[in-house]
């Protein structure tokens, strides 16, 4: 471990830098989470049913993509650093490189469609609740190719500290895709009914509505002016072979921990009954609402980290960190404890006056507060170790953690212990509380410290 000497900078450089470069996708994600509360919200009035459907569909179609996803995502590793080293012109090339990418996400779609019906079926839910999910999940299939291209346009964007343009075009879809909601769901506006359907149909023309926007503005000529967006485009084997080997491992890492939770939701809470399912997803809205501001936080540190370790400054990198987990406890915190108190009036509120959803999903919104503080590190750690390209372990660790410990541990609190779905949720906090610690030792530990992400092949073309 290296010694740290003192910074010298203004007392609040930190959270300004963090603030700056995180606020805007901050913004965005809450805003993500407003448009999953109402999209919820709207299809919970259909019945109870399809909101028991939409939670499991939802997950499944976000974690069958997010190995490509992180591969892609790590565009934001590679152009940060470009950036910290003042090689500008590379920035756009790798965001290129995450759009070719994209493609075999779009394939992969096409290869889910007929597989759904059996990963559905298997899961043991009421035939009502499976025949919904599978019309939820496999149009949202459709919108793969776009959340590809999209996520290496945003990757850049928040590399080069220009997370605004990410939540402009993101804000403009998520209102897109309420008025869809409501046009579609409940058939309004002389537009058909179309249920739970419709929420997906919305989703999806959202979806494209932001990639169109997002890519006019990275051709624009003021980007064009600065990193050559408009004749980077052609493919680069050895940057996209770059970002394939980072990636990987950060792709599976992110596939691991959302499979955790999707086994989770889908076979294990979905194992005790349509009540216990939608008692889950109500607290998952809520739950949402805790962290999705600090998965900005996460995008935004793994830039800054990125660009600061790019520089050759490691100290002012784990400063940062620091500062980061701090914002998304002071956020985190006092928000679980909200819904903590005041949780079962919020579903019912929301999303069920069944006395018994209300009852467990108040009761998981607890758990919930519990583990907010550690939650942060965990999710403000993990993006400060993708900054610095230590995926690798990232990846190992989460498959120990969620296999090894968290679903064991889940499984034996739901059944031995017959704790049902809210023992499955004791197990997970218990989980999520311990992995904050090695997470928070690993990163402020520096091993990572002889990670070199770039290949020899781009090192000698930026020196040229």
């Known amino acids: 471990m290296t010694v740290e000497h003192p910074i010298d900078e203004p007392r609040w450089a930190g959270v300004r830098q963090v603030l700056v470069m995180s606020m805007p996708i901050v913004l965005g994600m809450a805003s993500y989470a407003v448009m999953e509360f109402f999209d919820k919200w709207m299809v919970a009035q259909v019945s109870t049913e399809a909101f028991a459907a939409i939670g499991s569909a939802a997950i499944w179609s976000y974690t069958l993509a997010t190995l490509f996803l992180g591969i892609i995502g790590c565009v934001s590793t590679f152009a940060a650093q470009s950036l910290g080293k003042g090689d500008f012109r590379h920035c756009a090339n790798y965001a290129w490189q995450g759009i070719h990418l994209s ?25 009502g609740v499976t025949a919904q999910e599978l019309v939820y999940f496999r149009i949202r299939l459709i919108g793969y190719f776009a959340i590809g291209w ?53 989703t999806v023309a959202s979806q494209y509505i932001q990639l169109v926007l997002l890519h006019a503005v990275f051709l624009s000529r003021p980007f064009h002016r600065i990193y050559n967006t408009r004749h980077t485009w052609r493919f680069n084997y050895h940057r996209a072979k770059e970002l394939i080997t980072i990636g990987i491992p950060a792709g599976m890492s992110s596939f691991l921990d959302i499979a955790m939770w999707s086994l989770f939701t889908s ?22 609402i805790c962290f999705m501001p600090a998965v900005g936080l996460h995008q935004g540190i793994a ?10 400054d490691i100290p002012r990198a784990k400063a940062r960190t620091r500062t980061a987990i701090k914002l998304a406890m002071a956020y985190m915190v006092p928000t679980g404890i909200i819904l903590a108190v005041f949780g079962g009036k919020l579903i019912a509120w929301g999303f069920s006056q069944d006395p018994e959803v209300i009852r467990m999903g108040h009761r998981l919104l607890i758990l919930a507060a519990i583990f907010q503080a550690f939650d942060a590190v965990n999710i403000v750690g993990f993006g400060a170790l993708r900054g610095v390209g230590d995926t690798r372990w990232m990846m190992f660790a989460m ?14 609190l739901a059944f031995c212990f017959h704790g049902g779905a809210v023992g499955a949720w004791i197990g997970a906090t218990i989980y999520i509380i311990g992995l904050s610690f090695v997470i928070y030792r690993r990163f402020m530990g520096e091993r990572w410290r002889h990670i070199n992400i770039f290949s020899e092949t781009t090192t000698v073309d930026s020196a040229e």
């Open 103 to 127: 493609i075999p996400l779009g394939l992969l779609a096409v290869v889910l469609i007929p597989l759904s019906g059996p990963l559905f079926r298997i899961m043991g839910h009421e035939p």
């Open 150 to 202: 999209t996520t290496a346009l945003a990757a850049f964007f928040q590399a080069v500290n220009r997370s605004w343009v990410t939540l402009v075009t993101s804000t403009l879809g998520i209102g897109l895709n309420i008025l869809l909601n409501y046009l579609l769901i409940f058939g309004h506006g002389g537009f058909p009914r179309l249920g739970i359907a419709g929420a997906a149909t919305a």
């Open 267 to 288: 076979f294990l809470v979905g194992h005790f009954g349509t009540v216990a399912l939608a008692a889950n997803n109500a607290a998952m809205v809520f739950l949402h």
């Open 303 to 312: 830039a800054i980290v990125g660009q600061w370790v790019g520089a050759g």
């Open 399 to 412: 498959f120990i953690g969620a296999y090894l410990v968290f679903l064991p541990l889940a499984l034996l």
